[in-house]
């Protein structure tokens, strides 16, 4: 392992769950992780158990497959999403069906890589993953924007007492501009020339002020009001 993979965050290790019903990879997958400086706190080979045990033990981020005994993993990635917004969950599937990723996006995953990725592409993955940066498996990120586009085309319902829009700064809607266009945190911190945390408050503040709980639904408010375009 190099000792890139070996760092952790300054406050503390990433607290991680891995979810597979093989026994052999979960327990390689874990491993990986944990030599690679994770903080590997529980496992899980099926859905109850999954759901069950990422509520014991508060996970940062849940490596989750799709295929499972029990309850299937889009439906312990919503539940569990819905119950802990500040969840981030990185499907690890054998699947690159189009409809899988696009229903394991839209139950809340953060990101979603094929089992044939390397160590390094999972342990940079989840790091991504724990900041709520999107990781997708080469090909899939435009997949996942198009969906994003799609929701979007959609109309969401509106409150006949809906609140007036609350102002985002300049600084909130040129990142949030820059988020519906796809680009990740570090990009946008790239871009703007500002750093990667303070990109991940800006989201977090604009997330607070329009009352939004995931990348998914801002994408989403940001396309509806055409920034993706600006």
């Known amino acids: 392992m190099s000792t890139e993979n070996t ?31 994770f903080d590997v706190v529980a496992t899980a080979g099926d859905g109850p158990q999954a759901v069950r045990r990422a509520k014991a033990v508060t996970p940062d981020v849940l490596v989750l497959d799709l295929n499972l005994p ?22 690890l599937s054998a699947s690159g069906e189009h409809a899988d990723v696009l229903e394991a996006v839209k139950s809340g995953a953060t990101g979603y890589l094929l089992k044939s990725a390397s160590t390094q592409e999972l342990t940079e993955a989840v790091r991504s993953t724990a900041v709520g940066d999107p990781v997708f498996t ?9 969906e994003y586009r799609r929701l979007a ?15 985002l ?3 909130e809607t040129e990142v949030l501009r820059l988020v519906a266009k796809g680009l990740s945190y570090k990009q946008i911190a790239e871009r ?15 997330l607070g002020k329009l ?16 920034l993706d375009d600006a």
């Open 169 to 171: 700064t300049e600084r």
């Open 192 to 206: 703007l020339v500002i750093s990667h945390r303070t990109v991940q408050n800006h989201v977090q503040n604009t």
């Open 138 to 146: 080469p090909g899939l990120a435009g997949l996942v924007l198009g």
């Open 70 to 91: 029990g309850m299937p993993g889009v439906q312990v990635c919503k539940e569990l999403v819905g119950s802990h917004p500040g969840l981030r969950v990185l499907v």
């Open 7 to 37: 760092q952790v965050t300054k406050e503390r290790a990433i607290r991680v769950m891995v979810v597979d019903d093989h026994p052999m990879w979960r327990d390689a997958v874990a491993r990986d992780l944990s030599e690679s400086g």
């Open 153 to 167: 085309s959609d109309p969401a319902p509106v409150a006949s007492d809906e609140p007036k829009a609350p102002q």
């Open 211 to 226: 009352q939004l709980h995931n990348r998914v639904e801002l994408v989403r408010y940001a396309i509806e009001r055409g």
